[in-house]
């Protein structure tokens, strides 16, 4: 499958610095959005967590698979993340998924990854995620729990790369107030699918 064989699907495409809040916005998105969307479940090379499903939370795949994907034109994007040899990336067959059920693709992916899905797709609608302060990524990511210090620290670096290309994105959101987030994000959603609609008539 290749990007001539979609024709224009409708993609909405999150992205934000760690600690930003995307899971979060997502699952709301999923579960009020005003417009009908489909999640898209990314590929990655790593081993599963407990509790993850293949299929489910993502599709894990050798990298063996992996590349052979990639060198067959099988993926939208993919880039290897914080650079720990794991390889990340969206299938095409997902976006036919979305397309084959009349929904919006929603894509949670990386900056990288973002720019490869607007060169081939301009049309996607683009969101970055901020919080109101860099602080405040920093003190979500020690709430959780999760990671060293070192982690930390290539997540916050990572995190100022990301944000200096929040410039490139359609609509960027400061997310203070959840509730606030989730309406803004909705009612441009609800603004874009007029637009899809009215070019159908």
């Known amino acids: 499958m290749t990007e001539n064989n979609l024709g224009s699907p409708r993609i909405i495409v999150l992205s934000g610095p760690s600690g930003s809040g995307k899971s979060t916005i997502v699952n709301r998105l999923v579960e009020e959005s005003p417009v009908p969307l489909l999640k898209v479940i990314s590929a990655t090379t790593r081993s599963p967590r407990?509790?993850?499903?293949?299929?489910?939370?993502?599709?894990?795949?050798?990298?063996?698979?992996?590349?052979?994907?990639?060198?067959?034109?099988?993926?939208?994007e993919c880039a290897e993340v914080f650079g720990a040899g794991y390889w990340y990336g969206t299938l095409l067959s997902e976006l036919k998924r979305a397309n084959d059920s009349e929904?919006?693709?929603?894509?949670?992916?990386?900056?990288?990854?973002?720019?490869?899905?607007?060169?081939?797709?301009?049309?996607?609608?683009?969101?970055?995620?901020?919080?109101p302060s860099e602080e405040e990524y920093e003190n979500r990511l020690r709430l959780r729990g999760t990671e060293d210090e070192d982690k930390i620290k290539k997540r916050l670096s990572t995190a100022r790369k990301e944000l200096e290309l929040s410039g490139h994105y359609e609509n960027?959101?400061?997310?203070e107030d959840l509730d606030r987030a989730v309406k803004e994000i909705s009612e441009?959603?609800?603004?874009?699918?007029?637009?899809?609609?009215?070019?159908?008539?």
């Open 188 to 201: 441009i959603l609800i603004n874009r699918e007029a637009e899809f609609n009215a070019r159908r008539i």
């Open 103 to 131: 929904k919006w693709a929603l894509l949670e992916i990386d900056v990288e990854g973002a720019m490869q899905v607007v060169k081939k797709f301009p049309e996607a609608v683009t969101f970055f995620l901020k919080t």
């Open 172 to 175: 960027v959101i400061i997310n």
């Open 50 to 76: 407990p509790a993850e499903l293949d299929g489910v939370d993502y599709y894990f795949l050798t990298g063996e698979e992996f590349d052979r994907r990639r060198d067959n034109n099988e993926l939208l």
